[in-house]
């Protein structure tokens, strides 16, 4: 068999290389499915809140990881002292991401 004959499955479309797309994906996947079903027992509003909170952490980690790319793009095209500012963003950077993971857990957890 050739690879052109090999057929493809259906996931092997999603291409998710960053955990913010996973977090994106799940997020939605709830949110769709909170539409169409009935869980028994379980609040489905809690349901879509904790969908949209999911999916607002990964959107907002994927805006913050673009603007960190044209950062360190222009410090490295217009700095002198490209290395320690790269550290000290990359530090920032990490802080931030877990700031916002961190507010994201919080806010998980109080949907309910």
Do not use: C
């Not at 994106?24 to 969908?51: H, Q, T």
Request: no cysteine; aromatic share 14%.
């Amino acid at each position: 068999m050739t690879q052109e004959q090999i057929p493809q499955g259906i996931l092997s479309n999603f291409k998710i290389s960053k955990f913010y797309h996973f977090l994106i994906y799940i997020g939605s996947i709830i949110l769709v499915l909170s539409l169409f079903l009935d869980v028994k027992n379980y609040d489905v509003s809690v349901l879509r809140s904790k969908a949209f909170i999911t999916i607002a952490v990964g959107l907002i980690i994927w805006i913050w990881y673009e603007i960190m790319a044209v950062a360190i793009n222009f410090i490295d095209e217009n700095d002198r002292n490209a290395d320690e500012n790269a550290k000290a963003l990359a530090t920032a950077h990490w802080v931030v991401v877990l700031i916002i993971l961190g507010l994201g857990l919080y806010f998980f957890s109080r949907a309910m």
